[in-house]
């Protein structure tokens, strides 16, 4: 049989079945709990709910960064239980972006170095190949002129916005961002927020974001609510 092209999966990208997580202290305490979710490829999720119910927690376990204690979660419709810690962090860098609440980018590094860290980590291709791949990805995002930028030449929002970009750096299935407009201004954030939305529609891309913003989930084409640790609310804007 000759050799098929890889076939793209057709069921969800990321999907959590009966997902728990305990944290095991003298009175155990529960951040998430018995949460179904499947993510489907060009969704852009809000993952919304009151300070404390679950909602970073929920997006660790999803990203592969914490563990459930019951339950769990296929990437690309294959199951992520058994992994090692090294099988975890390579499935993260080829499948996921992280953007967060703050920017974390290296000070030292400009705007183009920074997004080819994730390239670095990974190891796939060539130094040539990463730089132009990083430029190519910020020129999308806007960013062209800010490439041989620091970050502290640039304000909070390109700032985030390189964090965006970073985040696509490996080209990821799916893009986990956690509060990725809370530490911005008005309209600072609009920007973030427009540039998540222009990617689910441009391209395709898969976007599942933690929220505090009732303008932000609105945008959203669906939202996930959390209380106590568990999703009580999964809406599909009409
Ligand atoms: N390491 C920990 N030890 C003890 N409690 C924790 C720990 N991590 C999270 N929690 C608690 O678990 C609950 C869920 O936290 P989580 O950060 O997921 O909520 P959240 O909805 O994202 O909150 P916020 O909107 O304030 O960021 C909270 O009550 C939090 O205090």
Do not use: C
Request: avoid cysteine; hydrophobic fraction near 45%; glycine fraction near 10%.
């Amino acid at each position: 049989m000759s050799a098929a092209a890889p076939v793209a999966p057709t069921g969800p990208l990321i999907e959590a079945v009966r997902l728990t997580r305990v944290l095991p202290e003298t009175v155990p305490v529960t951040l998430v709990e018995d949460a179904d979710l499947a993510v489907a490829a060009g969704e852009f999720v809000a993952v919304t709910g009151p300070s404390g119910s679950g909602k970073s927690s929920l997006l660790y376990l999803l990203g592969l960064l914490d563990q459930p204690s019951r339950g769990e979660i296929r990437l690309l419709g294959a199951p992520t239980a058994g992994l090692d810690g090294d099988a975890r962090a390579r499935l993260r860098l080829a499948t996921l972006g992280f953007v967060f609440q703050f920017h974390f980018l290296l000070p030292e590094f400009t705007a183009r170095d920074n997004v080819m860290l994730p390239m670095r980590a990974l190891g796939r291709v060539g130094a040539a190949e990463m730089r132009e791949r990083a430029e190519a990805i910020l020129a999308s995002l806007g960013l062209a002129d800010h490439a041989g930028k620091r970050p502290d030449q640039m304000s909070g929002g390109q700032r985030q916005r390189v964090a965006v970009a970073r985040a696509l750096a490996n080209a990821p299935a799916v893009i986990l961002a956690d509060e990725p407009t809370g530490s911005l201004d008005t309209r600072s954030g609009e920007q973030v927020f427009r540039l998540l939305r222009d990617l689910v529609d441009r391209d395709g891309t898969t976007v599942v974001a933690v929220t505090h913003s009732p303008e932000f989930a609105a945008g959203a084409d669906r939202r996930i609510h959390m209380v106590d640790g568990r999703i009580v609310a999964d809406e599909r804007r009409p």
